[in-house]
């Protein structure tokens, strides 16, 4: 299927003789034609749809305002060719459920006189808006929008399903309007995942009714997010047509839980050179004790509290949840006289299997809540074929993991540290933009299982200073190696559209860092060539 | 282990917050957590919630579409969680303001005096003379405004409050650079945003240089072919807009258009402006065209900008292409001048220009360097390179602006907060009708290195030292005691959205060395 589309994105560059086949669309369609006519866009244009919806009305009022910005646009036809008044919407499917399987896949016509989306669904529709105000341009001569090159035919579907950011609100504080922003710069490049890595070691800013004491956990009295904030967020993504999975990691990364509830910690730990109490100084690495009882009393209040105990309810209602389950270190575990007595109880004789007993009674918690548990792929590594086979495993530090997890059947999500971690900040575009997440996979069965990746946004060094610096562009490179089609792997076509991505997203008001240097231009110059 | 947060003092605001008399007790006066420090104020001991009927309101009968506004983006400002009012008796039920005269302009000099009474409960007020002087009251009111996360409900600590206040310097700017590297509109608003927080009043507009020439003249179309790129250019709708987004906020825009020097891309354009192809500045006083053009372009301009002070460059002026072009040697030569005569003619000429539109030249300082008191006595020296400057100046009776290269240039990434705010604009002036010269001053945002990636965290949060330097009185100047303030500040900012960097930061914008809060860092 991919290879036939690729075949024809060839024929139809070749039909129309342009050298590089450049639009300026990303990510780059599955398939697009176009032609060689301006069309200017009338100042009255309006985007319409037979579909009554909420969603889809605040679709049309964003795309309004990110197409047109300027009010005062010229009345007067600027072209000879008719006048583009209205773009229409027809939805397929009017369900607004936001899960995994939904569907994206959008056509997109532009005529002289006409513009139709038909998408499968009111987010696949969202997809569709998106290429169409990308291929809208403001002509400030002449005081008018236009359209380049059409007609155009768009049809368009993403690669991977789970096209995501993870996004740390652990190890520095990013108040809502800063995820506010991000969701919508993530639908500019059609990510559909926000993986909320909302707490760590190092701070818990989350309001939790069923646990009060857990936000003390917090950088600050001020550093928080209500539990209004949250559902804000949630319904943000949504109305973008992007998923929030949460993740709440454990029992590693976890300190911060106890300083509301210090019975969460171990008793009795002994600091060495691999248990660390240093908060916030890395590692911080004191896990939860799995061997209370009251640990699992906490995490099942508070998911429960989170997901309303039933699928598709709560404050965070995408079926994956995420429990981490990464970088234990049992050096903290030796002190403590009540775990060694539990697992002598439970004739435990690894701390592996302390470890895997705790991993596998909170997937246990979760799937109760009618959740799909997603874990860091050391839970994986520890357990091999023993985890549970609905464990979506996700990679980040070795693609032989992820060939042997498909291997074995498990659906894995790739955020590959040497190339998609947005912390290696010496990883420029092209590091990003050269992976492929199913480079070794031929059998079309595995690569099925690979529901996608995400590019990871690590916090220990971020905060509001280069959060959009640290994330765009190469954030970008990403979103079109899980949306655009296989065979789109050329750098040298990639760079000017990337370029002329990154002068939008600053358009936009999301200051994207220059291609060459993210921590800023070393001269001046354009955004379209720095 | 949390011990860093627990012992900080960063703590303090939130204390304040939760436990006021507690701290009051354990730390005395509590410090007035509002940047720029207002010139006077008292404070209570008591904690006043919010009303859920709490509403902003004009005791005019008329109503001002600005204040009007006004109101609602204080309201999205402060108001950014969801909140229960407070029930009890002694809530705060409302902001009611009164404003004298609503119909004076924006301009130097405008009354920015206010006094905002916050009773322990019931109606908070805020009079001022002017919308500009409401406008100054209005931040300051809502910097008094917390968020208490434990009840959910919007707080006044500290009441009662009254606060007298008004600027120490009438002219507080930011200059940006939008010819080194564009800053599209959206951003420059945000700018103005952010700029108007830390009551700054002017954004000074150094549109174009050397490098590109962004704006799209409607009466000189081809300048504009010195833009980067299609996208990367100004129209006039844009710059009016701008203009108007800046007003309302209490900003005024003042524009420069940087001549005879710094002026390169208008040869892209208009070839004959310069003195040859590969010797492009000064500019060609021979050429006919440079006149007509210059003519033109301040008549578009002013048309399009109501302020008062028309910035005219007028700096780094290498004349020797003057010299080395036959052309306009020659011209000089049967004009009899010399290089120094072509630069003073250069700058009378823009005087009388921009004067012709009732404009107020304002020119950097090498202007009163060459030509000392022989220019019109109405120019406005702009001083960067030497504060002796401003002494000078002001003795021969000049008004001045103060933007020391260095101390308060932004693109100097290694100068820190400390620095900037220890910069007295008054130095070595004794007579206070001298003193009464030095107009104010900006933090300059030079765009070189800058783009809209960085600008946010290259300006904040140091530019709020030379803000508190130009609003506050000449006594506070103790960059020790104001820290805690500027790190609230800072994460203020962080929290209204601007991209203001760890305060700690030695070198500017740079990351956070690790985990932390934000007001440890």
Redesign the interface.
Known sequence: MTSIMATTVVVVCLFLSCVSCQINVWPLPQTYSHGTTPVSVSPSFQFTSKTNSHTMREAFKRYTALTF??T?VSNTKQYDEAVLSTLDVIITDPSEDLQLDTREDYTLVVTSTSATINASTVYAAMRGLETFSQLV?????A?VYTIQQAPWSISDHPRFPHRGLLMDT????F????LH?LLDSMSYAKMNVLHWHIVDA??FPM?SAAYPLL?K?A??????Y?T??VK?VVEYARLRGIRVVPEFDGPGHAYAWG?GYPSLLPQGYNISSKCD??????PCNVPLDPSNEFTYQVLEGLFTELTAGKQGAGIFTDNMFHTGGDEIEPGCWSGSPQIAQFMKQHSFTSYDELYMYFVNRVAGMVKGMGRQVVNWESTYTTAGNTLDKGTIVNIYLSMDVMEKAVGSGYQCIVSFANAWYLDNVGNNWTVFYNFNPVANLTDPSLVKLVLGGEASNW????????????VWPRAAAVAERLWSAASVTSLTDALPRLHAFR?ML????I????LDNL??????????W? | ??A??AHSN??RP?LL??FSCIVAVSYGQAPIYVWPQPQSATQGTAISGLAASFSMKSSSSTPSADLNDAFARFNATIF???AKGDASSSAITGLLVTVANFNVPLQLGVDESYTLSVPASGQATLQANTYYGALRGLETFSQLI??N??T?MYVIPNTPWTIKDAPRFPHRGVLVDT????L????LR?IIDSISYAKFNVLHWHITDI??FPW?SSAL?RF?MAA??????F?D??IQ?LIEYARKRGVRVMMEIDVPGHAGSWCVGYPDVCPSPTCTMPLDPSSNTTWTLMTQLFKELTSLAPEGLFHLGGDEVDMSCWTSVARVSQWLKSHNMNNLDAYRYFVEQAHAMVGSHQRTPVNWDEVYANFGKTIDPNTIIHVWRNLAYVQNATRDGFRVLVSPDGPWYLDGLGTTWQQMYALEPSTGITDPKQAALILGGEACMW????????????IWPRAAAVAERLWSDISVNSAASAEPRYAWFR?LL????I????YKNTQA?????????????
């Open positions: 910005t300027r005062d341009q403001y002509n400030i001569s005081n652990s190890r520095h504080f108040s809502v309007h800063y922003k190092q701070s309001q936000w956990g950088w600050s009295p001020s550093e928080r209500t209004q904030d804000d300083v109490d240093t908060c916030p100084v890395n916090g220990e060094t971020m905060d509001p200073t280069n959060l959009f610096a640290r002068c600053i358009d936009r008001d200051p994207s860092a220059p921590a800023g231009p070393l001269a001046p110059g354009s955004c379209l720095q | 282990s949390f860093s947060f960063m703590v939130f917050v939760l950014d969680h969801r917390y968020f996360f434990t959910s010819s080194r590297h564009f599209p509109i959206p951003m945000r490098q590109s799209q179309p504009t980067y790129s299609q996208n990367e250019r129209s709708e844009d807009d765009g070189e290195t800058v783009d809209s990636s960085v600008v946010m965290p290259t994460c962080d929290q209204r959205g991209e203001a960097g760890p914008r740079t990351a956070p060395p690790g985990p932390g809060g934000c007001y440890t860092q």
